[in-house]
């Protein structure tokens, strides 16, 4: 059976130009980058042009990237980091109501902790309101978070704008940019973000690794006290070999970023109008140009996007629905159910996160073994019979 | 593409293990699911660790263990929706209009052979499998449901409103094995759950009790203990906390009482001496005919000389049964039985096979 992955916003392949750049570090060079002598120093050298290849890729200093263990460990750092250290200043964040779990659950955690915080509605489009958000603010506010781009959509938050509010009203501004990170220019020059999150097995690069810029002056209390790595802001000997994987995809995402932008949008186009020409009752979900060139997240009326899934994977395709439970199971979507689609609607969608290696000929594939799937499970609903 | 493919449903126990490992032995392509009942990420709701109770976090993680084991692909299918309405929610009104209600059966009902065949079926696959104590056979090419051949084990009561067609694409793989031959299987499968503890009492009930379980649901409303001739002898403490022939937690001097009667419009909890809990006969709503003769013998005046079960622990009763107003059943036992309690199932058996059965709507003393 032909195995097509069309889940690269779960997570991506690690590329064989990254797998090499690791393989020394977890053999011959597994000296602590902390140490002052010959085992030490090759690979302090590594951890370091890592960072420079992460700020580059960012636009930014090597000074102000924090290597973390994951996208959930920046996000957290950020976000309780910010809040603890400027508890004094006041106790209020910001932030949207389609979050990942990794920014909702740590805000709800300081809502135990004394905190208040403000989930911002999206509209249909997925879109935050600035004005909802200037309203929101208050002298007590101390952090917006909001995403770079959404992981089940691909719907861009703008940024630059609530960059450009934060900084007139004195907020610090984080944004989880996990999902944008290499797919997209980020440009730290041109955009008021003080912290942002990014993750390396989302772009080619191994897992257990990942970056939290901050920017210089944002003071953040450590999530994990220890000795003195990462400049006293993250405890901990460096995931060296990750780390330089992480270094090693953030180059090449960079050097590739253009061309795979206009290959991923003529994928996606292909795999859109492919789908809307073979199957009635569809909804692309979010707005349409303000996404990612690789997302496309589709609702299928009168299905279940559950078995709807479970039928691609028995034909060898990988694609997503909303978030994994504990157990494996799927959670209704709440980035959709934040967009007010219908019940009916968040069930039935699907989304298909294209990557590098995918071909037109894979796109042609799923365009040709959908529409029976969907056909066959249409058949079995009620509601579709009486909706023909 | 020969083989005929199969859904298992896995509890993470033995016996849906032992059936996914005999129908990959028989060359059966299988698919194992699991279905997650509840949201384990929630604290309050904290089914994650239950032991002891099917379907909870680690079961699951159990379950998934097997399948990778026998090679199997594994799906946890989300089904917590489908539960809280129909399974959770029926058992929590069923308590609040007197009865003692029978979530097994519902959850058989809605979540196995709806819910999950449907998925099954979606799959395109030939049948859904559980681990299910009964059996299935072709007789004249009319589906049959049998009672398992394991007596201590038979879990042919809790399947009694199964259809025909249910039937034509259900498979019970260790119907036809003891409990001990079904564990002896997972052992020299190398099974993780060979010699796993049984599940007991009601999955989502992990309080101590069901009452403590309702009680975080609804709030209990105090009110009068009596007699059969009305006299006042103690209060209750909300009606759902008392099922038919209890004795204990009464708190009541003299007697023995037995609950007889519970008395949602006035409520009252009724007791009486033990004598007060026999009925003769029976009225039974919802009724199920699984098999089709049986069926129209019903309706055409009524069966005699067929065993019926009040309750899963139930030895079986003769009787007759005919219909009453409203597509109803009256049962009439050929001696009186004990404890007939509204809310549970009666089953109609003719020797091994299930005919069919209903829920108990009243006792007729």
């Known amino acids: 059976m032909n195995k097509i992955y069309f889940d690269h916003n779960a997570t991506t392949p690690v590329l064989d130009e990254v797998f090499e750049a690791m393989v020394p570090f977890l053999k011959e060079q597994w000296g602590n980058p902390s140490s002052i002598h010959w085992a030490g120093r090759g690979t302090r050298k590594a951890v370091e042009d890592a960072r420079e290849s992460v700020a580059r890729l960012l636009n930014c200093t090597p000074l102000e990237i924090i290597f973390t ?39 709800k955690h300081l809502q135990k902790d004394g905190f208040d915080v403000t989930y911002l509605d999206v509209d249909t489009d997925g879109l935050i309101d600035l004005n909802a958000l200037k309203s929101a603010i208050t002298p007590r506010t101390i952090l917006i978070t909001v995403m770079f781009a959404n992981n089940e959509t691909g719907v861009l938050s703008p940024i630059k704008e609530i960059g450009d509010i934060a900084k007139e009203k004195g907020v610090t501004f984080h944004t989880d940019a996990v999902q944008a990170a290499g797919k997209i220019p980020i440009d730290l020059q041109k955009l008021n973000i003080d912290l942002l999150t990014i993750s390396g097995h989302k772009l080619y690069g191994p897992k ?69 020409e073979k199957i009635p009752h569809i909804k692309v979900n979010g707005h349409l140009e303000k996404r990612l060139p690789n997302t496309a997240n589709i609702s299928f009326e009168f299905v279940e996007g559950e078995s709807l899934l479970l039928n691609l994977d028995m034909k060898g395709i990988a694609a997503s629905s909303g978030s994994a439970c504990t157990s494996g199971s799927l959670e209704p979507s709440h980035v959709l159910l934040a967009m007010s689609l219908s019940h009916e609607l968040s069930h039935g969608s699907v989304r298909f996160s294209l990557g590098k290696s995918n071909t037109a000929g894979e796109i042609d594939y799923l365009i040709e073994i959908m529409p029976p799937i969907v056909e066959r499970m249409r058949s079995m609903s009620p509601l579709y019979a009486a909706a023909k | 593409m020969g083989r005929k493919r199969v859904m298992v449903a896995m509890s993470g126990g033995v016996d849906s293990s032992v059936a996914l490992a005999k129908l990959k032995d028989e ?9 997650q009942l509840w949201d384990y990420s929630r604290k309050d709701d904290a089914r994650g ?7 909870s976090l680690d079961d699951i993680h159990d379950a998934r263990a097997v399948a990778d084991r026998l090679d199997v692909p594994f799906y946890v299918v989300n089904v917590e929706e489908a539960f809280s309405k129909e399974v959770v929610d029926y058992f929590v009104a069923g308590y609040l209009s007197g009865q003692t209600p029978n979530p097994c059966v519902k959850c058989n009902q809605v979540l196995k052979f709806e819910v999950l065949l449907k998925k099954a079926l979606g799959l395109e696959a030939d049948f859904l499998a559980t681990g299910h ?64 503890r049984e599940s007991q009492e009601i999955c989502f009930v992990e309080e101590p009790s069901y009452a403590d379980f309702l009680s975080s649901r609804v ?44 008395d949602t419009a006035g409520n009252r909890l009724v007791v009486g001496p033990i004598d007060g ?11 199920n005919w699984i098999s089709e003769s049986a069926g129209r013998a019903f309706s055409e005046g009524g069966l005699e000389g067929i065993s019926v079960k009040i309750r899963y622990r139930h030895t079986g009763v003769i009787s007759t049964i005919r219909p009453f107003d409203n597509g109803m059943a009256r049962v009439d036992f050929t001696e009186p039985q004990k404890a007939v309690t509204p809310g549970q199932a009666v089953v109609f058996y003719m020797n091994d096979e299930v005919l069919g059965g209903g829920w108990i709507e009243r006792a007729i003393k």
């Not at chain 1, 250290?85 to 740590?106: C, F, M, Q, R, S």
């Open chain 1, 69 to 107: 263990s994951s996208g959930t460990e920046g996000d957290n750092h950020a976000i309780k980091g910010l809040a603890y250290a400027k508890k004094d200043k006041g106790n209020h964040i910001i932030t949207t109501k389609v979050e990942h779990p990794a920014v909702l659950n740590t805000c």
């Open chain 1, 208 to 276: 257990g690794v990942g970056a939290l810029f901050a920017r210089r002056g944002v003071r953040l209390v450590p999530l994990i006290h220890g000795g003195h790595h990462e400049r006293n802001r993250r405890g901990g000997t460096e995931n060296v070999a990750g780390i330089v994987g992480f270094g090693k995809a953030c180059d090449i995402a960079l050097k590739d970023m253009d061309r795979e932008i206009t290959h991923l949008k003529a994928l996606r186009e292909r795999l859109e109008k492919g789908i809307a």
């Open chain 2, 27 to 35: 060359g059966y392509e299988c698919i194992g699911v699991s279905m």
């Open chain 2, 49 to 55: 660790g239950t032991s002891g109770s099917c379907c």
């Open chain 2, 133 to 196: 104590y009964a059996r299935i056979i072709k007789d004249n090419g009319v589906h049959k449901l049998l009672k398992g051949v394991d007596p201590e084990k038979d879990q042919s009561y809790f399947l009694f409103t199964m259809t025909s067609e249910q039937l034509s694409r259900v498979l019970f793989p260790v119907g036809d094995m003891t409990k001990a031959e079904v564990r002896e299987y997972a052992r020299a499968r190398g099974l993780r759950t060979s010699d796993k």
């Open chain 2, 219 to 262: 709030s209990a409303r105090a009110g009068e203990i009596v007699d059969a001739s009305g006299r006042v002898l103690g209060s209750h403490a909300g009606l759902f906390n008392y099922t038919i022939g209890q004795r204990k937690g009464l708190n009541l001097s003299g007697g023995p009482f037995y609950v007889l009667d519970i």
């Open chain 2, 277 to 287: 809990l026999y009925s003769g006969s029976l009225i039974a709503r919802e009724i």
